[in-house]
């Protein structure tokens, strides 16, 4: 047995080995996709001559299922065993990703490859995220869920920092084509971090009984205004907020007269950000409340406003850095309540719904980002999202505080 950390340790659901080899795979394979994300977005760009519309077509393309099958992919987690669920994504993405590392190497590849591995990427990740959300509640158990969360987000950030910048730099020293191949390569690290897994000390409750019904799940939401309120908050988010995928390599380009380096580091500043929000989260025990979440998110529009007005490419690095971490803080913060205030037995369907929300708004986002970014400016798109996003935490902080008045009813 692996001997317990301190409780008070920021890294205390690392003493589980089973969540250790999950962690070590993720990093490696998230750093390998924003790595990939990277290349893809200024690929897009350089075969297109900066055309906004393509960039927010393929983010579209790869968000899509998301809005369509991820509720699908919740009721598939809680009926079927995670762990097999999640081997087989990886080997899916694994394969599709090579095939279009070697389109990208032999100088084939076309827009509209482009488009259509995002969809089947995305396609994949419509199973492969509500199942690896829920995933984590049986590796590490309801006592240490809070940690482990902060921890997962933590690892993701870190990818986001390395995976940018990385990329800037490989694209400019050997083109996008080496950079997709390592993303294909890095799919090897969660498969064999599944694999060694003891499944015996899976936390797993009894088998779930029933049909699985998605509409039981829906209306254990509807019954719950603690949940309904941040997850309307999140729709707002994701919509208008959350589309830093279009926005930044545009304004890199048209606004900073960036280059790949650059423009890895302005990704970069945003992602460094989301990673101390993710590690100041590893010390949240408890479910947060609805009006932290409200605030975190009118933090992130007023700065997300702020960072479409910077004058330079160094003000705004500094601006995303606290734009990503307050974007990070609000996401955290809301992925914790609804995941910790949610029944077990729907746990896998309320946070497909939780991530399709978050990341089926981005089709209907980045296409209008994408469209707004010729007539009104690069800048748009972040202004948008940061007005749109300071609103809709305004409202939520006062219907919050008009549901938790003393009184009859939650």
């Known amino acids: ?46 075969l297109t001559d900066g055309s906004g519309s393509a960039l927010g077509l393929v983010t579209a393309l790869q968000f899509t299922p998301v809005l369509l099958l991820t509720l699908y992919g919740g009721r598939l987690a809680d009926r079927h065993d995670k762990r097999v669920l999640l081997l087989g994504a990886n080997l899916v993405s694994g394969t599709l990703a090579l095939l279009l590392a070697l389109l990208t190497l032999t100088g084939t590849v076309r827009l509209a490859h482009l488009c259509l591995f995002a969809l089947l990427l995305g396609t994949v990740s419509a199973i492969e995220t509500p199942t690896r959300i829920s995933f984590v509640s049986e590796l590490v158990g309801p006592a240490l ?23 800037g730099a490989l694209i400019a020293w050997l083109g996008t084509g080496p950079v997709m191949l390592l993303n294909a390569v890095s799919y090897a690290a ?23 019904r998605v509409v039981d799940a ?16 999140v729709a707002a988010v994701g919509l208008f907020g959350l589309n830093f995928q279009v926005t930044l390599p545009l304004i890199a380009r048209t606004v900073y007269d960036a280059d790949a380096t650059s423009f890895g580091l ?19 025990r408890d ?33 995303l850095f606290f734009t990503g971490l307050a974007s990070t803080y609000f996401a955290q913060a809301a992925n914790h309540r609804v995941q910790l205030g949610s029944d077990p037995r729907f746990r896998g369907r309320v946070m497909a719904l939780y991530t399709l929300i978050l990341q ?22 972040l202004w948008l999202g940061g007005l749109a996003t300071t609103l809709a935490a305004a409202l939520c902080l006062v219907a919050d505080r008009r549901r938790t008045k003393p009184g009859p009813g939650l």
């Not at 969660?190 to 699985?212: D, F, I, Q, S």
């Not at 302005?266 to 949240?284: D, E, F, K, V």
């Not at 980045?366 to 400016?377: K, M």
């Open 266 to 284: 302005l990704t970069t500043a945003l992602a460094a950000g989301s990673l101390l929000a993710a590690l100041a989260g590893t010390a949240r």
């Open 145 to 167: 869920l809070p940690n482990a969360s902060a921890l997962s987000t933590s690892y993701f950030s870190v990818s986001r920092v390395v995976g940018p910048a990385a990329s």
């Open 287 to 319: 479910r947060p409340s609805g009006t932290l979440v409200a605030g975190s998110a009118l933090v992130f529009g007023v700065l997300e406003t702020l960072a479409g007005a910077a004058p330079t490419l160094g003000l705004a690095m500094v601006s």
């Open 190 to 212: 969660p498969v064999a971090g599944l694999l060694l897994m003891r499944p015996a000390e899976l936390l797993r409750g009894p088998p779930a009984r029933g049909r699985h």
């Open 1 to 46: 047995m692996t001997p317990a950390l301190d409780s008070s340790s920021p890294f205390r659901s690392l003493a589980v080995r089973n969540f250790r080899l999950f962690a070590a795979g993720q990093v490696v394979s998230v750093t390998g996709t924003w790595m990939m994300i990277t290349a893809q977005d200024w690929l897009v760009l350089s």
């Open 218 to 233: 829906l209306r254990h939401v509807a019954s719950r205004p603690d949940l309904t309120l941040p997850l309307s908050l």
């Open 360 to 381: 089926g708004t981005t089709p209907l986002g980045s296409l209008l980002v994408g469209a707004l970014a010729a007539p009104l400016g690069p800048r748009s798109g």
